[in-house]
């Protein structure tokens, strides 16, 4: 038996079994020179037809047809009652009990509902649930290439733990059960073949506060649907530790004395920061809450940086600028909208058909309209996903370059957009400014301050990010060196060994 630790990211998962002496990191998506991080995003597929409608929508339609031929029949009585021919009112008749004979085979009712439901249905009219129940799972690039080739066949989950905290309407709370499970199983199923062994327990991360509006409802829920996912994978024993914390038990084991350390971990989806005591002498210790100082967290990662460049960069050649004829702006939430991938019911809406209509009705009020019809590509051809991900490219390469030409020739040919590391450091000040904030107020909440620095997670990497952090608002605190991405899974894989030994 074996246990594993599971960092289950916004952007990307991970998974690492540690042996008491070192670490071991499974493989997961051999398309990556990385192999051992994966995607975190699902793409729910058909590769053929759509499944059957739901029972209760064939019975309404069963019901519609019924009353149509109900109609017909009424209309050919009237025209029996009003014949004088005797040759007109057998024809009548006939029609009659044709009808009515059609009204009664309700195997023909159905088949006939079926195919009228199928004929215009798209993905888009399932729901989630029905979707998870029925579609094809593909997971890390081969999941999006497949949704860069066929977004019509399926739905692609840009990152599922983001919907975790949010309120989630009937059914969607199960289908991300679902949809979890599935990839906590894949986790299980790869590490169960290179540890060849079996593997029943897994400490999985989690942030200090879900992405979510609902505060601890919101949190408590994350955690059912991910305890649920869990149990449905096949872990029999499953626990959670924060982030930042876990990512604290990594760098422990290169302290040579006790330390107190602040911990700011930046990830896609929240950031999370805590002030802990660390020591060598405890690092084999189960229970380590009474070491912690203080804690902080929000919904603020790198998945906002990437829609903020968005709207501050791209969207102005989009038409985020434009006018309409009576000098009135074009509404800012189109590309809101647009940019809404951790939002199930703000991207149907904009992928909807009203939306459509409506982005075309502004253009013919625009006065220059070329600029919009990008905005309507991307509405009609539902590329929101694929522009977050140009957009998360362009900034990781302005970690190292000044500039960069971002092709976005999927929109339209010959499209470029040029971006400058000055238009990344004022899409990301406002952002900037609320991190700052969370790390002033975990300072503030520990009882004794820290000795050293530590920073992790994916947008730790950022020269801007570093630069505040570091440079200007905690000049005076040393800095620890450490592994930006495997800090935090390496942590749960420490903690996860110290939990398979009080099976």
């Not at 879900?210 to 649907?225: E, P, Y």
């Not at 189960?286 to 070491?291: C, E, F, I, K, V």
């Not at 970690?399 to 999927?410: G, I």
């Not at 000055?422 to 004794?448: A, F, I, P």
């Amino acid at each position: 038996m074996a246990a594993i630790g599971i960092d289950y990211g916004t952007s990307n998962s991970e998974v690492v079994f540690f042996d008491g002496e070192k670490h071991q990191f499974i493989k997961l998506d051999p398309d990556l020179d990385a192999a051992n991080k994966i995607r975190s995003s699902v793409f729910i597929y058909y590769e053929d037809d759509l499944p059957l409608p739901p029972v209760g929508i064939i019975e309404a339609k069963v019901a519609q047809i019924k009353r149509a031929i109900n109609d017909q029949i009424e209309k050919a009585k009237q025209g029996y009652y009003e014949a004088s021919d005797p040759r007109e009112q057998r024809i009548y008749s006939e029609k009659i009990d044709d009808f009515r004979g059609q009204l009664h085979n309700l195997p023909a009712l159905q088949r006939k509902a079926i195919q009228l439901l199928l004929k215009d249905m798209t993905v888009q009219d399932l729901s989630l649930q029905q979707l998870v129940e029925t579609g094809k799972f593909a997971f890390g690039e081969e999941g999006f290439r497949r949704y860069l080739k066929m977004p019509d066949k399926g739905r692609l989950i840009y990152s599922p733990k983001n919907f975790l905290g949010a309120t989630l309407i009937a059914g969607q709370q199960q289908a991300f059960v679902g949809i979890i499970a599935k990839q906590l199983e894949f986790f299980r199923l790869s590490a169960e073949k290179q540890l060849q062994t079996t593997v029943d327990t897994a400490v999985i991360g989690r942030p200090v506060k879900f992405h979510g509006t609902r505060g601890d409802a919101g949190n408590n829920q994350a955690i059912d649907i991910m305890t649920q996912a869990a149990q449905k994978a096949g872990f029999s024993k499953v626990e959670f530790l924060e982030e930042p914390i876990a990512a604290a038990y990594q760098i422990e084991r290169t302290l040579e004395k006790p330390t107190n350390v602040l911990v700011v971990d930046i990830g896609g989806g929240t950031t999370d920061v805590c002030c802990i005591k660390l020591s060598p002498q405890k690092r084999e210790n189960l229970d380590r809450q009474q070491d912690v100082l203080a804690v902080t967290g929000t919904r603020l990662g790198g998945m906002e940086c990437d829609k903020n460049l968005i709207v501050k960069s791209i969207a102005p050649t989009m038409g985020q600028e434009l006018l309409t004829h009576s000098g009135l702006p074009i509404p800012p939430t189109y590309f809101s909208d647009m940019c809404a991938v951790d939002d199930i019911s703000k991207l149907n809406r904009f992928f909807s058909e009203d939306y459509g209509l409506e982005i075309a009705q502004t253009m013919s009020i625009t006065k220059d309209p070329r600029l919009l019809e990008r905005l309507l590509v991307v509405q009609e051809q539902k590329l929101s996903a694929r522009l977050v991900n140009s957009s998360r490219l362009a900034k990781e390469l302005l970690s190292s370059k000044d500039e960069v030409t971002l092709p976005l020739h999927y929109i339209e040919p010959d499209y470029d957009v040029n971006i400058t590391l000055t238009d990344l450091n004022r899409s990301m000040q406002t952002w900037m400014r609320r991190v700052k904030r969370l790390v002033t107020q975990c300072l503030d909440n520990s009882s004794e301050p820290p000795e050293m620095l530590f920073i992790t997670g994916g947008m730790s990497l950022s020269p801007i990010v570093r630069k505040e952090l570091q440079e200007v608002m905690l000049p005076h605190l040393p800095v620890m060196q450490g592994d930006a991405f495997n800090s935090v899974c390496e942590g749960l894989a420490i903690q996860a060994s110290k939990l398979a030994k009080t099976n």
